[in-house]
């Protein structure tokens, strides 16, 4: 139940708005690894694309042979961080989510694979409800109060369930990473219950004034020799544009 967390979030009021949202970054490369033995398993990269009112994330992931193995494409507004749109595509299996919102309702088409068809739902956006494209952004808008003990709260969207899961985000502690000060951040169910059963899900983020994401550990969405939702480290980097 868990698959479509990796690599989507809310609040029912965003907080104090923090000095930076990483609004200079235009582009993340990423890596997408074994926890233990650091095997590469795919690579990537994400454009980030200021569009007026809104902003569009298209991320791209490839195996090792370059061949494209998922697609995202994803619009959401700059304030409320509402998705207007988003496109989930696995050339491998075929699974494919569209979503698009007017008004308060979701229009959502799902496919888990290419030998099954299209199912058609609707959801409605509640006022605390956000897509897990808009993680980063909610982490960094709630910084100090996460900081400070105080768990974010939310429903999460999960468009191929035709449901959200109320989640939360807390910090855990600061730690050196990799020769690096690192400020971590778990994602829980709120449900002590559902909380036993879930994967360990942790974002790894940069100390001082500006701070960027740079691992995100949980289920891993494509499928790893022949194992879905198995454990990888996604490490984020930064390229010079």
Partial sequence: MFR?????????????LHAYE?????????????????ELFFAGT??????GPVTRKETWYYDLKKTEVQYENV????????????RFKNPVTGEETDLVTQGDTMKIKYRPDSTQTYKDGTLTWEANAYHGK???????????SLRQGKPLKF???????????????VYKNKRKVDGEDREIFALQPTSLIIRTLAPRMEFHYTSGAKPRIRQFTGPCTIPIQGKKDRMVDIIFSYPQT
């Fill in 4 to 16: 479509a967390v990796s690599l989507a979030l809310t609040l029912f009021v965003p907080g104090i």
């Fill in 22 to 38: 990483m609004e200079d970054v235009k582009r993340i490369d990423f890596e997408v690894r074994d926890p233990d033995n650091r």
């Fill in 134 to 144: 808009v993680f980063n952004n909610l982490i960094l808008r709630n910084w100090e």
């Fill in 46 to 51: 994400e454009t980030i694309t200021a569009e």
């Fill in 75 to 86: 619009v959401y507004q700059n304030q409320s961080l509402r998705v207007d749109s988003y």
């Fill in 155 to 169: 429903e999460l969207v999960l468009p191929s369930r035709f449901e959200a899961l109320g989640f939360q985000i």
